[in-house]
């Protein structure tokens, strides 16, 4: 039976919302608003948290959320690392610092530091929503900072592409007021 079939059913069998009582009805309206999907960052965010928790019980002696420290956090993003899909050029590499390499070579796949970064930001988002303090989140230390700092920097190195932060168009945004003003200046001449 499909989603819709289902969805389908679930609706025929509740009485009309004319019918049922206000209570009844705040009760209908919650429970959907649990049963809604989650979006694509929650999904993310339930899936990293569940990897880093099972994660910890595979170490050995097995650590609690309540053990983990950033220590376990820098563990488990070198950990990662084997899983990734960016080739980082080693310091010896014909290629190292070729954002475009013409051959192949046998440096290694790693994680790519946007990615690392999203998923410090998912991890750090959900501690917190179950129960963990901010000042004692692993996720937001200084050394985690600093350790995906020095990600970005050598592969930016190594790969030949520098990470520049996005400037913020504050001129086109000061004359886009500026000419709202004026535009509202021009309407209200008009109007008069």
């Known amino acids: 039976m499909s989603t819709a079939q289902l969805q389908n059913d679930f609706s025929s069998a509740q009485p009309s919302s004319s019918s049922r009582p206000a209570a009844d009805q705040h009760q209908h309206a919650s429970s959907a608003a ?23 019980k595979n170490q050995t002696p ?6 983990c ?27 190292f610092g070729q954002p475009d390499p013409p051959a192949p070579c046998t440096c290694p796949l790693r994680q790519a530091w946007g990615s690392l970064d999203a998923l410090i930001g998912r991890l750090r988002a959900a501690y917190e929503e179950h129960g963990g303090s901010p000042e004692s989140n692993p996720f937001g230390s200084g050394a985690i900072r600093v350790y995906l700092r020095e990600v970005k920097e050598c592969q930016a190195k190594a790969r030949g592409i520098p990470y520049t932060k996005k400037k913020k ?18 309407l209200k001449q008009l109007a008069s």
């Not at 649990?34 to 910890?56: C, I």
């Not at 945004?173 to 021009?186: F, L, P, R, V």
Request: hydrophobic share 30%; charged share 20%; net charge positive.
């Open 34 to 56: 649990v049963a809604a999907p989650l979006s694509r960052y929650e999904s993310q965010k339930k899936r990293d948290w569940n990897t880093f928790g099972q994660y910890l």
């Open 69 to 95: 420290n950033f220590n376990h956090v820098l563990e488990f993003l070198r950990y990662l690392d084997q899983f990734g899909k960016t080739k980082v050029h080693m310091n010896g590499c014909i290629f």
């Open 62 to 67: 097995p650590v609690s959320l309540s053990q």
């Open 169 to 186: 168009k504050r001129s086109s945004q000061i004359k886009g007021i500026s000419n709202h003003d004026t535009a509202s200046k021009s």
